[in-house]
């Protein structure tokens, strides 16, 4: 094994027990929704939430880079270059996590000053983290990108795939100095905040993803690279094409010009286009294996991956993408659901299939299978479901009574919050949020122990031969 | 826009893209296993959300550009699943000597 490949494994690792954070701290936000009392003077709303976005953003990057430092070296046939800078980095890495999550909790907030923005939060959602851990994780981002290009210039070699991930690499890095902004104007702000949000989840993620995806499926179903790298072109072509301009569909009452809605709403109905491709790829690949693979987990959330991108993004987004919707809809749960959906769809599931690929390769394992990932499976999908339908019909009730009937006024607000259809959707979402955490719980009982057997009756074969 | 009209026309839109969804899986199953009944019933699909463009156009208070891009998308729809069947196949077809034995 490559010593990136044991980073890989640490990396995807942190992931996951960031994962377990964000659940957690999911559920708690669930239930301040209920009971607004809940933890009072001890942990308020927006620290849990803080904690929910973040170890989100933080667990799926963790899990982009896991993937990428376990098949760099399959892909490039020799060690990633730089990998000794890269496992010092993990730790830092980890060590700036920790010490943020732990300031997030016990300080919670500071002052509108200097000290705030550098040591305690710099205030914007996803991108809360103070100055110096921001700058830790752009150095941790400036690493990787020099593993890959190091690593490709070193093995004399650019495949399809690793050229798109290295072209992929320079926004990803620029975008996220818009981390690290702070202007008094909140019009300006937010116009440049949603260029990392946006571009990052939209455009560089997807491709990211995609990337990560062809090499799962060139090592799960070993389809051909030509094939694979074919429709990645195509693929990375019609979502950027698509992605880039939908940015327009955030630009509601922040003061940005009317003219970004119809170019928001034209290019976001266009998304799904390229999804119902990727479903239909999905299916013709399933197709040619007739269903039959050693890895049925890393299978089926390959699967889920390209329908819960579909579901999530495409039927989800549309909903309440065109400007005559999202004006009413904007900010509501009703995004809260469709961004759960998404993400989910596009990047948890891609993350575990690899994940479930990853320990297959690493435990020599000869097949993946066992009632436990299904339980997990069933588990995570179900609740994830649920708690989307709630937070769907409690955001459509919060769009038609508080936005539409009460025009968006503070009696409008306080009223919803004892709408039975407001509130009965909360309900649902808390306690779908609990399937789903008993689904993690499965998760990483499973994650601990498949494969393992074949690999371990394997050496006492080879050990009874032996001796 | 009323009230009314929000959810309804969101709804609209959501089952809109909901049935391109289920046209190009039914279609691709279909077509992987030869199964005539599934291609008819991703047809039937696809005139559903004919049916439910038609709606969006009748029924809902969307502006009339909004109405033209999804007759346009409904029609891009359409062609999407046997394009990208054949895309596929000729890309299988051109690297893999043509072995796949799917339809």
């Not at chain 1, 955001?395 to 409008?412: D, E, V």
């Not at chain 2, 077509?31 to 005139?47: E, F, K, P, Q, S």
Request: proline share 3%.
């Amino acid at each position: 094994m490559y010593r990136s490949q044991k980073l890989a494994l640490k990396y995807l690792t942190a992931a996951i027990v960031l994962f377990g954070v964000m659940t957690v701290a999911g559920l708690l936000t669930s239930i301040y929704y209920i009971r607004s009392d809940f933890l009072l003077n001890v942990l308020n709303f927006n620290t849990a939430k803080i904690l929910h976005i973040d170890t989100l953003i933080i667990w799926i990057l963790m899990g982009f880079l896991g993937s990428i430092y376990w098949f760099l070296p399959l892909e490039m046939e020799r060690e990633v270059a730089g990998i000794g800078l890269a496992e010092v980095l993990f730790w830092v890495f980890c060590a700036a996590v920790t010490i943020v999550a732990v300031v997030f909790i016990v300080v919670q907030y500071g002052g509108g000053n200097e000290f705030s923005l550098w040591f305690i939060n710099q205030g914007r959602k996803y991108v809360e983290a103070p100055r110096w851990a921001a700058i830790g994780i752009a150095l941790v981002l400036a690493v990787f990108i020099y593993n890959i290009i190091a690593t490709s210039l070193k093995a004399r070699r650019v495949t399809g795939i690793t050229g798109v991930l290295i072209a992929d690499m320079v926004p990803l890095f620029v975008l996220y100095f818009d981390a690290f902004a702070a202007p008094t104007d909140m019009s300006i702000d937010l116009f440049w905040w949603w260029w990392l949000v946006h571009l990052w989840v939209e455009a560089t993620w997807e491709i990211l993803i995609a990337c990560i995806m062809a090499w799962t499926l060139m090592h799960l179903l070993h389809s051909s690279r030509r094939i694979i790298e074919n429709w990645l072109y195509v693929e990375v072509a019609l979502v950027l094409g698509t992605g880039i301009l939908g940015l327009g569909h955030h630009y509601f009452w922040i003061g940005t010009p009317s003219y970004w809605l119809a170019i928001g709403g034209f290019f976001s109905a266009l998304e799904p286009l390229p999804l119902l491709g990727m479903v239909i790829h999905a299916i013709y690949d399933a197709g040619t294996q007739h269903m039959r693979v050693t890895n049925k987990p890393a299978f089926y959330w390959t699967l889920a991956e390209a329908f819960g991108n579909f579901i999530g993004a495409g039927v989800w987004g549309f909903m309440m993408t065109l400007p005559q919707i999202n004006l009413f809809s904007h900010g509501t749960q009703w995004t809260v659901s469709h961004a759960h959906f998404a993400f989910w769809g596009a990047y948890a599931c891609g993350v575990l299939a690899v994940l479930y690929l990853v320990l297959e390769q690493a435990r020599g394992a000869e097949e993946m299978d066992g009632a436990a990932w299904k339980w997990s499976f069933a588990l995570l999908n179900t609740g994830l479901f649920g708690m989307v339908g709630g937070l769907l019909v409690a955001g459509m009730a919060q769009a038609f009574y508080g936005r539409a009937i009460g025009g968006s006024t503070l009696s409008a607000f306080l009223s919803l919050q004892h709408q039975p259809w407001y509130t009965e959707g909360l309900w649902t979402r808390m306690i779908f949020g609990l399937v789903f955490a008993g689904g993690y719980v499965v998760l990483i009982f499973d994650l601990l122990n498949i494969g393992k057997r074949p690999a371990i009756a394997r050496e006492r074969v080879q050990q009874a031969a032996a001796s | 826009m009323t009230p009314q009209a929000l959810i309804f026309s969101s709804l609209l839109l959501g089952a809109f893209v909901l049935l391109a969804g289920l046209y190009g899986l039914f279609y691709s199953i279909g077509t992987l296993r030869g199964a005539r009944y599934l291609i008819t019933a991703a047809y039937g699909c696809w005139v559903l959300q004919f049916l439910v463009t038609l709606s969006i156009i009748m029924l809902t208070p969307l502006g009339s550009g909004w109405k033209i891009l999804i007759v346009a998308s409904c029609l891009v729809y359409l062609r999407i699943p046997p394009v990208t069947w054949r895309h596929l196949r000729q890309l299988h077809g051109l690297h893999e000597g043509g072995r796949l034995n799917i339809r």
